[in-house]
Nanobody, 122 residues
């Protein structure tokens, strides 16, 4: 059974940093990318960043230059380093394993983590 478990969320002042981790247990098969999403109250769930099995990274425009996605395959862990945090980054952050990656950039998520809260105060 596959599980994705996030950690590293918390409360931080604007301008601060946090590093999220997502540990994968079980065997991931037929996965084309790993991603971080976020969901703020009333705003839906949005893709923040992803990294393909080839190591190609993507970022939403508002986090480019501030967030960095990485992974440690040996430890089966996905990371999201978040710097220069802003109040608008406040959300629940979810780790995801993508089962389908289409050529237009869309994903079909196969597995979700339970989420970790990030709160940035100004």
């Amino acid at each position: 059974q596959v599980q994705l478990v996030e950690s590293g969320g918390g409360s931080v002042q604007a301008g601060g940093s946090l590093k999220l981790s997502c540990v994968v247990s079980g065997e991931l098969t037929n996965i084309c990318a790993m991603s971080w999403y976020r969901e703020a109250p009333g705003k839906g769930r949005w893709l923040v960043s992803s990294i393909s099995t080839a190591g190609i990274t993507r970022y939403m425009n508002s986090v480019k230059g501030r967030f960095t996605i990485s992974q440690d395959n040996a430890k089966k862990t996905l990371f999201l380093q978040m710097n220069s945090l802003k109040s608008e980054d406040t959300a629940v952050y979810y780790c995801a394993a993508e089962g389908v990656c289409d050529i237009s950039g869309g994903y079909y998520t196969k597995y979700w983590g339970q989420g970790t809260q990030v709160t940035v105060s100004s």
